[in-house]
């Protein structure tokens, strides 16, 4: 409050904080294998170890970039975030939508880590837009920006569209958390298949995700 230089009482403001709740959820990966493939190769069942966890990894991140929530699953960001714009593609116009969107849920850069996040479509799109006509593009490939902003594409951005078209997420991702719940358990399970001869492999991991101040700090395009 403003006092007056003649004295006065300052008002009590309680302050706010937000959260997130983070809780298993349960992500089971099987895999199997040939006997014959195991006797050739020792070294397959390190592999597909890797293979696996990054696949589990990459699970997580297609659930946290939903168009709508996944059965089980952590709760989608993007769901989530504010609807800046739906039925335009992805173009330096709609860009600067995203970013007024997001100031708008009185967002700060200051301290925040910004970025875009796109699909392989939207990626197209801005590659090939203007931010004004025959003078600038509005994607900097030598940077990879958009605005001077980070730009990321990956297929797990609402891969759970159901026809081709633009999707971003953007906003503030210092606001995202992912918890991890102990480490992975692999099991190689040589009984299910042991009469056809193919043991598989289980893996099982306890995963969740969220952000703060999902609404606010994050904005979406859907084409």
């Known amino acids: 409050s403003w006092i007056a230089e003649s004295g006065g009482s300052a008002v009590s403001a309680a302050g706010n904080l937000s959260a997130v709740t983070l809780t298993p959820k349960k992500l089971i990966s099987v895999v199997s294998m040939t006997q014959e493939s195991i006797v050739q190769n020792p070294s397959l069942e390190a592999a597909l ?15 946290l970039l939903a ?43 200051e301290g925040a880590r910004m970025a875009y996040l796109m699909d392989a479509d939207a990626y197209a799109a801005i590659k090939t837009a203007d931010m004004v ?21 990956s297929s797990n951005v609402a891969s759970d569209a159901t026809a081709a078209k633009d999707n971003v997420l953007f906003g503030d991702f210092s606001k995202v958390h992912i ?13 299910t298949g042991a009469d056809t001869g193919e043991p598989r492999m289980v893996v099982t991991g306890l995963f969740d995700g969220g952000a703060v101040q999902n609404s606010t700090a994050f904005a979406s395009l859907i084409e």
Do not use: C, H, W
């Open 49 to 63: 170890q890797g293979n696996i966890a990054s696949n589990m990894a990459s699970t997580l991140e297609t659930a």
């Open 179 to 191: 918890a991890q719940f102990g480490g992975l358990d692999f099991l190689f399970d040589p009984y």
């Open 67 to 109: 168009e709508a929530n996944v059965t089980s699953a952590p709760t989608s960001i993007m769901a989530a975030a504010a609807a800046a714009s739906t039925g335009a593609v992805f173009s330096g116009t709609t860009a600067s939508l995203l970013e007024n969107t997001y100031i708008g849920n009185d967002g700060t850069y």
């Open 133 to 153: 006509s025959n003078v600038s593009a509005a994607y900097d490939p030598r940077d990879k920006t958009i605005n001077g902003i980070y730009a990321f594409v």
